[in-house]
């Protein structure tokens, strides 16, 4: 079972990144699928949720800029970034659940697979 997160880069306050992560192995489409970040020297915090049938919850600093969509026949979830800024600056996690939550998920201690991480530079 494997989570591969990928499309973190060095971008400008303003811009806009989309990161994917594909899962292999087994079928997450009855998970919960969530994004973490951690910044350094700070804990991981929760980024983003979505169920298997599409209920969201966001951070409230990243709610009406940041994204989160699936698509469960590709077994990968994306975050979709907009208006990035500086302290948007972190390692980005994508996570998922095990089966039988119908609910978005804020705790980590809740998701079963994570991914390795891809880095998010926000220049100023």
């Known amino acids: 079972v494997q989570l591969q997160a990928s499309g973190g880069g060095l971008v400008q306050a303003g811009d806009s990144l989309r990161l994917s992560c594909a899962a292999s192995g087994r079928t997450f489409s009855g998970s919960v699928m969530g994004w973490f970040r951690q910044a350094p020297g700070k804990e991981r915090e929760f980024v983003t949720s979505i169920t298997s049938s599409g209920s969201i919850n966001y951070a409230q600093i990243v709610e009406g800029r940041f994204t989160i969509s699936r698509d469960n026949a590709k077994n990968t979830v994306y975050l979709q970034m907009n208006m990035l800024k500086p302290e948007d600056t972190a390692i980005y996690y994508c996570?998922?659940?095990?089966?039988?939550?119908?609910?978005?998920?804020?705790?980590?201690?809740?998701?079963?697979?994570w991914g390795q991480g891809t880095q998010v530079t926000v220049s100023s």
């Open positions: 996570a998922a659940s095990g089966w039988g939550y119908n609910r978005p998920l804020r705790s980590p201690n809740l998701y079963d697979y």
